[in-house]
């Protein structure tokens, strides 16, 4: 569910108060400085830099929506670039002959002509910022602001420290990486110093500063007032000294890595106003007892390790108007003084100890909320009717407690939500204080005890301006009859108009047939999930003459569905998941989907397909297929040796580093772009809510296919799990098996297999699951490297096989022993399936599965990462 931007807006203020300072106050208050009416020309020297500095750069607005990280989004108000302040190309402007003074973004001083100072932030420079840049030829610079641009991922050049006079140093959020250089702890007349930085999805910081030169910087800027360190790496401790600046004003230091105690003395600071230090959750500490005189305006540490009890001195913070302790180990009663704090908007108390009764009356005094956030606090009793006093309340997530809202219903004029969170309140009825909630765009409602059909007038309220509705994890009844806004997302175009991209119904128990209205959104639709329903029927034919052009996700699986696939579908040029798993689907193989050049994910697991999937005048191949379950049904045949030829999206492993957890359309939050994907590995089923992009699997399990292993299979280099078991398949095992280095999960159970198991399956060293049993291979296991690792369950079932890890001897090896292991293991071992669900534990999912596949070279670096991101992924 997406936060209100209340939060943020202050921090939108304290930024553009900081450029207004960088950017106005020292262009039309300073006597030396001239203004954009100043008489005074810059020398030609500085303007010929000037324009020699515009040439090393293109303009181009940047797009920063892949680099967006959790702590980003919590530690900074511009985690949407459309949101940016003044965003235009000012160095467009620039132009020869004219006086450099007057140019948009440069300031001069009045007496000399020198330039001073260089605000270039929002400005679209593109391009790779040099050590021997022109800018550094202007030795007289002041301030320089270059926030939010695109300089290439290119280190910080450390000719920055030769600019002795500098006050003002502003480069967050530009896209620079590597080591911050030491050379910038010169800047000793530094007021404002702003490194920002972003994250990768898989945690890594693109800048890291050395703990020494950390400590530097703090020691050398002792008139320091405002610190940005965002989500640069400095895996350090906080210096000591940092206590010393005592006109330290703004500090943010989210995402940092630091670790150890966070010094008490830093909340004494007698001029600090905004304490923001969120996700270091390696970070120590307890709140002070404070005092009147505190200048604190907004404090977040978020999901750090800070514990104890919050002080009743906190209700002295008079000036504090964002409080944000979410994720922390904070216990016991929350203190009476913290409803006085009359100047609050934002109030985030998640996910700690607490062990307060009830939520107090005197949460009407907290007039000014805008954000209110109690999720798992612990509360209990009713929710009190002085929540009417709220007025201004537009985010409320008060979910996952045990509160009763009766008195809701009895209130009069509750304050207009924007976002209501009451998800797991253990609501048994839809809550009818909503009638009146026509300003809502998010509405959670999941994991409750809702029954019956949805009330005909919610679809009168949710027409207006609802974009998120999360009715997962309830017992609605009934057919679907409704209005077409049973969704989890929506979005609204620049022209106002609504349009539904995500429907999300699964896991209810709606019945009956599809409605043809569902059909009305086709050409906006994106992601369409009803999996785990109880629907009935032939598979809908809303994909008739076209209509779902932009569908990329159709998750029918888990249903009643009868009939044979709909060859509409066909039209559906942009499809990447199609998941008909686990319905009542009797046809034969839907050649026609080789032609569809976007499918990544094919299931039709547990249904009653039949016949062959080889077709010598119908198959092609398929070009971006990297996930196909066919397990448990019919089919039947023999494959050709050539039947794995133009497979290309398992022919090559995806380009990157593949610590990376890239997935499938990283577009929508986690919560909305779920097309859940069942995978049997290594023996198990396990739910898969995101898929990533490294995974490829092939299970043909269950059918009632024979003759030869293809030998094509030997293109499928990037193939991770392969499962053909429980088939008829005959011959060896191919040796060309051992070639295929990605694979980590083979299984060959119960076929006909015959012959020597061959030596090559040694070199699959991140194969951690092998399961060779129930054939009718012979003679000894070959010995060494990955194969030792194996218990006998993987080779039980096939008398004619010796050695290692089996009991019995290989003696004369052409002759196989025909007596049976005593000790062979059960068939029971490979036909369990405990499913890991995950669905509750959203993005916890995600990071489990990139990789339950791990081998063991791996798996050191999947446990540094996965306990490393969890406080994360528990958000």
């Known amino acids: 569910m997406m936060k209100s931007i209340s939060f943020q807006n202050s921090h939108i203020i304290v930024y553009l108060i900081i450029f207004i300072s960088c950017c106005g106050?020292?262009?039309?208050?300073?006597?030396?400085?001239?203004?954009?009416?100043?008489?005074?020309?810059?020398?030609?020297?500085?303007?010929?830099?000037?324009?020699?500095?515009?040439?090393?750069?293109?303009?181009?607005?940047?797009?920063?929506?892949?680099?967006?990280?959790?702590?980003?989004?919590?530690?900074?108000?511009?985690?949407?670039?459309?949101?940016?302040?003044?965003s235009y190309p000012k160095m467009k402007f620039w132009k020869e002959g004219k006086d450099c003074c007057t140019w948009d973004g440069v300031a001069c001083d009045m007496k000399t002509g020198q330039v001073v100072g260089l605000d270039l932030s929002y400005s679209w420079l593109q391009g790779p910022l040099r050590s021997n840049s022109s800018l550094f030829k202007l030795h007289q610079l002041q301030k320089v602001i270059l926030p939010y641009n695109n300089f290439s991922f290119c280190h910080i050049p450390s000719e920055f420290g030769q600019l002795s006079r500098l006050t003002y140093l502003i480069l967050s959020y530009s896209m620079f990486s590597g080591e911050v250089p030491s050379e910038i702890s010169y800047l000793t007349n530094l007021l404002y110093l702003g490194l920002s930085s972003f994250k990768s999805y898989d945690d890594t910081s693109f800048l890291y500063l050395k703990r020494v030169d950390f400590t530097r910087f703090i020691r050398n800027m002792t008139n320091l007032r405002g610190l940005y360190l965002d989500q640069v790496n400095l895996s350090s401790s906080i210096p000591e000294s940092l206590t010393n600046l005592s006109s330290l004003t703004f500090l943010q230091l989210s995402g940092c890595d630091l670790y150890g105690k966070f010094p008490e003395k830093i909340f004494q600071l007698p001029k600090l106003e905004l304490i923001i230090v969120p996700c270091n959750h390696l970070l120590t500490g307890f709140l002070p007892q404070f005092h009147n005189l505190s200048s604190l305006t907004g404090l977040n540490l978020d999901m750090m390790n800070f514990s104890g009890k919050l002080p009743n001195s906190i209700g002295l913070l008079e000036y504090l108007k964002e409080f944000a302790i979410r994720l922390c180990n904070f216990m016991g009663p929350l203190p009476s003084s913290i409803w006085n704090l009359s100047n609050l908007n934002y109030l985030e108390l998640s996910q700690n100890n607490f062990n307060s009764p009830d939520l107090p009356s005197t949460l009407g005094n907290l007039a000014k909320l805008v954000d209110l956030s109690l999720h798992s606090a612990q509360f209990s009793g009713e929710v009190p009717s002085s929540l009417g006093n709220l007025t201004q309340l537009k985010y409320f997530d008060i979910s996952y407690n045990n509160l009763s809202f009766t008195k809701l219903n009895t209130i009069s004029e509750l304050p207009k939500f924007q976002t209501l969170v009451l998800g797991s309140c253990n609501l048994r009825e839809f809550p009818s204080f909503l009638k009146t909630q026509d300003q809502l765009e998010n509405l959670d409602l999941s994991s409750n005890r809702i029954e019956g059909q949805i009330p005909k007038w919610f679809w009168g309220i949710a027409k207006k301006k609802l974009e998120i509705l999360d009715l997962s994890h309830n017992k609605f009844q009934g057919s679907l009859d409704s209005p077409p806004l049973l969704t989890s997302f929506f979005d609204i175009s620049e022209n106002k108009k609504t349009y539904l991209r995500v429907l999300d119904i699964s896991k209810n128990q709606f019945s009956g047939t599809i409605p043809q209205w569902l059909g009305n959104f086709g050409s906006s639709l994106e992601i369409l999930n009803l999996q785990g329903n109880n629907f009935h029927g032939n598979l809908p034919q809303m994909f008739r003459n076209g209509s779902m052009l932009n569908l990329k996700k159709l998750d029918l699986s888990d249903n009643q569905f009868q009939g044979k696939v709909p060859p509409f579908l066909i039209t559906c040029r942009k499809l990447q998941v199609l998941n008909l798993g686990h319905n009542q689907i009797s046809d034969t193989f839907p050649f026609w989907l080789q032609s569809m050049p976007e499918l990544q994910v094919l299931v039709l697991r547990w249904n009653k397909f039949y016949g062959p999937i080889w077709n010598p005048h119908k198959f092609r191949g398929f070009e971006s297929l990297r996930i196909m379950d066919l397990s448990f049904n019919n089919f039947s045949g023999r494959l050709p040796s050539e039947y794995f030829t133009n497979w290309v999206g398992m022919i090559q492993a995806p380009c990157g580093n593949k610590k990376t957890l890239i997935y499938m359309e990283d577009r929508y939050p986690f919560t909305y772009e779920r097309a859940s994907t069942i995978v049997t590995n290594k023996g198990v089923e396990m739910e898969l809510d995101r898929i990533l992009k490294t995974l490829t699997s092939i299970d043909l399990s269950n059918n009632r296919f024979d003759g030869e292993i293809p030998s094509s299979i030997d293109n499928l280099q990037a193939l991770v799990v392969l499962n053909l078991s429980s088939n008829s398949f005959t011959g060896s095992i191919p040796p060309y098996l051992g070639n295929m280095s990605e694979l980590e999960s083979l299984d060959l159970s119960k076929n006909k297999l015959s012959g020597r198991i061959p030596q090559q399956l040694a070199n699959l060293t991140f194969l951690e699951y092998l399961n060779l049993s129930q054939n009718q291979l012979t003679g000894p296991i070959p010995q060494g490297k990955q194969l030792n690792t194996f218990s006998s369950s993987s080779f039980a079932g096939n008398p004619g096989l010796c050695g290692s890890p089996l009991s019995r001897y290989c003696g004369n090896v052409d002759s196989p022993v025909v007596h049976h292991d005593k000790e062979v293991e059960s068939e029971d071992g490979f036909t369990w399936k405990p499913v890991a669900v995950g669905y509750g534990f959203g993005i916890v999912v995600g990071f489990v599965i990139g990789h339950v596949i791990l081998s063991q070279r791996r798996s050191n670096w999947f446990w540094r990462s996965f306990v490393g991101k969890f406080i994360y992924a528990a958000c």
């Open 25 to 86: 106050i020292y262009v039309s208050c300073d006597p030396n400085v001239s203004t954009a009416t100043s008489a005074f020309k810059c020398l030609p020297d500085q303007s010929t830099a000037l324009l020699e500095f515009k040439q090393e750069f293109s303009l181009q607005k940047p797009n920063f929506s892949y680099y967006y990280y959790h702590c980003f989004m919590y530690s900074n108000p511009f985690y949407d670039d459309s949101i940016l302040p003044h």
